[in-house]
């Protein structure tokens, strides 16, 4: 056996290190969650901390907790080491005669010394645990320690008030079970992330930007890298508007800033897209299909085989799946003035009966389907904002309608009572036409993203509000920039939001450990494998020297090209310019002339005298000589030119 193992450590020792299956201790659960934690401020950790102090020992007394505390604050080495230090009141009599006692004072041993203490001078039995070791010698309590206390025992000097108001302020923060503890991105986007859809089961993501790309994630494939595992581009040079599961989760809807819709199987196939309608007929309702650039669009909750899509030529359009050629229904919405006015969101309620849809004026307008219904909206509210509408959502009970607008404002509505918003909240800056609202899974909660003001120095947040108390429940800061989309996802009980600017894209994923389910928990603790010897592919170098004079392998040439460059003439390597005199066709002498101005100067035909003559003078002083010798135009005319006769002048007319 012995030398087995040497010949295995002679041969192992010719390979390198990382040869083979190495084997590695497994990272728990616990440690890769740490390094996912969000970083809260000092006041929210200060809460937990107090909160775990004070709840930890539920079921004990103050009295019991300090005497634990001092426990563990006896364990100090230094503490009972020395001869001369005094033991505990507790432990005095027990352990008069062992001499001083090294280390903390042992509990167990002294009770069953108290309940058999019949030999025992003390008669009083201890019931309950040990009361707190005596205060120190400076202490300012005139109380006696030898006292008999009455009634119970008083709070420990670090319970006060303010840690009550912190555990009612957790309290409230916990109530609503925010899972916000952890957080992971998914990154690959160069822009803003506009548009966000996760699929019923949970398992795949959906996230489009405008770098006018669409990334799948799939959380069951996924490792610790998060990484998409498919990039699509449905429409060059568009930007990506939203994006939408069917309810089977079986295809999904892409809506860009073109005209046309398209049609992806679950794994990113097309299916097909929606036909463009024709810009030149005036009536929308003629058209088979958009004619301008789509802004919204949401598929059906309840039959899979329908779709709803806003555009910015002012109409809302349902389709059918399986007919790509035309739309089923055209809805025009009702305008104060004529003209058209984009329709910049939409969207169905919980059952599929009623369709809502924002328009570029302010106002929301529903529809209820109904044998018959035709374009006039059953609910009409104008100048319900100010800007334009960028989200609208239902409650599930159908009564709630939520609104979210450029103006920076989300307004809440009942839709018994549609005239005035029950609730109105500002200061919440929007930049992007795709800010949405969401709901919790109970619904207790509605939360909506907010965008980064140019002086402004704080980043993007996700804020959550009560839904029945109209009431700002907490902010959660999720970038330094801006939070466009966002959702929670009812089966994995994770927030889902997206954030970007112009150079960068993420979609962040909020989750806690002991809340969540699947989802970001299952990729995080999937390590990516690492690359051993066998990955390892060498492509094959193949020789052939019989081969075709076409299909050999030329040999280098690389010496014969540096000899070649080194010939001037093989080279064909120009000649350099001429520099000093003649340069040009300039001659040295002639102080920048050039050679034809330098003869005629030299022959006398250029006298240097116009600088000096006035031009109305040197002009006249030809007229006699071209009367009397006339030499080009003149002569040609000389027989057929006839006589000027000039009007004499009357000297009565010039009088008048």
């Known amino acids: 056996m012995e ?72 364990k100090n080495p230094n503490t009972h080491v020395s001869g001369d230090s005094e033991p505990s009141k507790i432990t005095r009599d027990v352990d008069a005669d062992e001499g001083p006692r090294i280390g903390p004072p042992r509990p167990r041993t002294e009770l069953k010394l108290n309940d058999d203490s019949d030999d025992n001078d003390d008669d009083d039995a201890m019931v309950g645990p040990p009361p707190p070791p005596p205060r120190g010698e400076g202490s300012d309590d005139d109380e006696d320690d030898d006292g008999e206390m009455i009634g119970p025992p008083r709070p420990p000097p670090s319970s006060n008030l303010d840690d009550s108001d912190a555990e009612e302020e957790e309290y409230e923060e916990n109530r609503y079970r925010i899972p916000q503890s952890n957080e ?17 089961t949970g398992s795949r993501v959906l996230s489009g930007s405008y770098d006018y790309t669409v990334r799948m994630y799939d959380f069951q494939g996924m490792n610790s890298r998060l990484q998409s595992f498919r ?38 196939l097309t299916l097909g897209e929606f036909m463009k309608g024709d810009m030149y007929i005036r009536d929308l309702k003629n058209t088979k299909g958009h004619i301008s650039g789509l802004t919204c669009g949401e598929w059906h909750p309840k039959n899979k085989e329908t779709i709803l899509t806003s555009s910015e030529d002012g109409s809302l359009r349902i389709w059918d799946v399986n007919d790509f050629k035309s739309q089923k229904q055209v809805i025009k919405p009702k305008l104060a003035r004529p003209g058209r006015i984009p329709v910049t969101t939409c969207a169905w309620d919980r059952e599929g009966k009623s369709i809502v849809g924002g328009m570029g004026d302010g106002s929301i307008q529903i529809w209820n389907l109904k044998p018959g219904w035709g374009s006039r909206p059953d609910i009409h509210v104008e100048n319900s904002h100010s800007d334009d509408i960028t989200a609208l959502k239902f409650s599930s009970d159908g009564t709630i309608l939520l609104s979210r607008s450029l103006d920076g404002s989300l307004k809440v509505w009942d839709l018994r009572q549609i005239k005035k918003p029950l609730k109105e909240f500002d200061d919440l800056p929007n930049n992007y036409a795709q800010t949405n609202i969401a709901f919790s899974p109970d619904e207790q909660l509605f939360l909506t993203g907010t965008s980064v003001e140019k002086e402004s120095q704080t980043g993007g947040l996700l804020c959550f509000y009560d839904r029945t108390k109209l009431e700002l429940v907490s902010r959660v800061g999720i970038s330094t920039t801006s939070v466009v989309q966002c959702a929670w996802h009812s089966k994995l009980n994770q927030i889902f939001a997206t954030s970007g600017d112009k150079s960068q894209g993420g979609t962040h994923i909020l989750y806690d450990p002991t809340l969540s ?117 003149a002569p040609a005319y000389s027989h057929t030119q006839p006589e000027p006769v000039f009007a004499k002048s009357d000297s009565e007319e010039e009088d008048k």
């Open 3 to 74: 030398d087995e193992a040497e010949i295995y450590d002679g041969i192992r020792a010719q390979f390198p290190l990382t040869f083979g299956k190495q084997s590695k201790a497994q990272t728990s659960l616990e440690a890769i969650h740490n390094t996912t934690r969000r970083n809260t401020s000092a006041t929210v950790s200060e809460k937990s901390s107090s909160a775990q102090n004070n709840n930890g020992l539920p079921s004990i007394s103050s009295s019991s907790k300090a005497w634990l505390d001092s426990l563990r604050t006896s």
């Open 184 to 200: 992971i991105v998914l990154k690959g986007h160069t822009k803003v992330v506009s548009a966000l859809a996760v699929d019923h």
């Open 231 to 268: 990039q699509l581009e449905p429409f060059e040079g568009h930007q990506i508007r939203n994006l939408s599961w069917s309810p089977s989760a079986d295809r999904f809807l892409c809506v860009t800033g073109s005209a046309q819709a398209k049609i992806y199987d679950r794994d990113g």
């Open 517 to 633: 389910e699947r989802g970001a928990l299952v990729c995080v603790a999937r390590a990516p494998r690492k690359k051993s010897v066998d990955d390892f592919e060498a492509k094959p170098v193949i020789h052939n020297p019989h081969a075709l004079p076409l299909f050999r392998d030329a040999p280098s040439r690389k010496r014969q090209r540096e000899k070649i460059l080194k010939d001037p003439l093989k080279s064909h390597k120009p000649e350099l310019p001429i520099t000093g005199p003649g340069f040009g066709g300039r001659v040295g002498v002639t102080q920048g002339s050039l050679l034809t101005q330098y003869l005629m100067k030299q022959g006398g035909m250029i006298k240097e005298t116009w600088m000096e003559e006035d031009p109305r003078e040197a002009i006249l002083k030809y007229a006699d000589v071209a009367a009397k010798d006339p030499k080009f135009i």
